[in-house]
């Protein structure tokens, strides 16, 4: 197959740049003349690109357009206004009301309290199906249509999303393009790609100096520092973990403590969490359940029953927007996409490891905290993990 051009270029006769359009080779080549045709009228200074003059004019006029939003402190370079706000804190965010998350535009907000009232305002006038955002409606009507509007200059090959032409044209184009080293995904620029390979390497390079809580992001790290106020934090008196809430560090610390203060009422068996008491009672019958019809199996909660129904009739609506499976339930999709994306959402507190599943990350934080929450009833020797218990269990006939 041959190596498409990702669209006309125009190299640079003094050097092996390339550049997409003229305008951006013409500023280039300044580089190597080194004319300044750009002249303040004030000063007779000369510039070489038009957004300098224009910025140097500032120093004349004592114009300061970037206004910071919270103190009011003008700057003339909408740089020095980032670090000021970064510096100093003064972000404004709008918060949801119905719950604890923060953004940086009112549109998004308004756009997330669509999940809590669960409207959804656009209505394809095909099918009748309702969408929260327009542009979610947009992209479906090309479904119904057929059309596709995104074009290749190149091949002619059309794209019903922009994302599927942006894919093609890196894909037929790899000598003008990153790829990562770790899966098959490529990128226009260099720091799109380190960026990337953050999420295989786990590095998370920006620490907080309060928490030592890590993030893979410089803007992971300034909206934690902005959204959470640390005289309010709990910390674990057992290990260096912090909390948001009490009720979270009450939970957390029963497992230093081996406390277990849920009971049931009716075998008088004791746990640590309450879900757990739930789950007990469910399955042995020592409270309201919900029974599925096929098989004997109970559940707490309806929407574990339903669920569980996709088993018998063999419906599998999650389908992985990258391959051909499908699954019971969104939690498994959303789960399996990251074998795909290389994402790992849960990092640990104490070092820069990330995980890309929760429960896994829990049994990590034991190797830092020792904790060794699952214990055999017969010998009393405790372990990190329920299957190693269960694997004792077995092996000295424990059971």
Known sequence: MPVLSKA????????????????????????????????????NQ????????????????????????VCN?????????????????????YKCLHCSRFFSS??????????????????????NKNFKCKSNLDRHILVHTGEKPF????????FQRKEGLKYHQLMSN????????????????????????????GERPFKCSICNKSFQRKEGLKYHQVTTNFSKCYKCPHCLRLFSCKSKLDRHIRVHTGEKPFKCSVCNQNYTRKEGL????????????????????????????????????????????YCPKKFYSKFELVRHTRVHTGEKPFGCDLCSRS???????????????????????????????????FYHKVKNKHL
């Not at 000369?46 to 939003?69: A, D, M, Y």
């Not at 830092?368 to 214990?375: A, I, S």
């Open 174 to 201: 790899l000598s003008k393009c990153y790829k990562c080293p770790h899966c098959s995904k490529f990128f226009s620029r260099k720091s799109n790609l380190d960026q990337h390979i953050l999420v295989h390497t």
């Open 46 to 69: 000369n510039f070489q690109r038009k957004s300098k003059l224009k910025r140097h004019i500032f120093v004349h006029t004592g114009e300061r357009p970037f206004q910071c939003s």
């Open 8 to 43: 006309k270029y125009y190299k640079c006769p003094y050097c092996s740049k390339v550049f997409p359009f003229k305008s951006k080779l013409n500023q280039h080549i300044l580089v190597h003349t080194g004319e300044k045709p750009f002249q303040c009228s004030i000063c």
């Open 106 to 127: 009112k549109y998004y907000l308004n756009r997330h309290l669509l999940d809590h009232t669960g409207e959804k305002p656009f209505k394809c006038s095909i099918c």
């Open 151 to 158: 074009k290749c200059s190149v091949c002619h090959k059309n």
């Open 73 to 93: 402190k003008g700057f003339t370079q909408k740089e020095h206004l980032k670090y000021h706000q970064a510096s100093n804190n003064h972000f404004k965010f």
């Open 278 to 321: 739930k789950y007990h009672q469910v399955t042995y019958n020592h409270l309201k359940c919900y029974k599925c019809p096929h098989c004997p199996k109970n559940f707490p909660f309806q929407s574990k029953l339903n669920r569980h129904i996709f088993v018998h009739t063999g419906e599998k609506p999650y389908q992985c927007p």
């Open 355 to 389: 995980f890309k599943i929760k429960s896994t990350l829990d049994i990590h934080i034991r190797s830092h905290t020792g904790e060794k929450p699952f214990q055999c009833d017969k010998c009393h020797q405790s372990f990190k993990r329920k299957d190693s218990l």
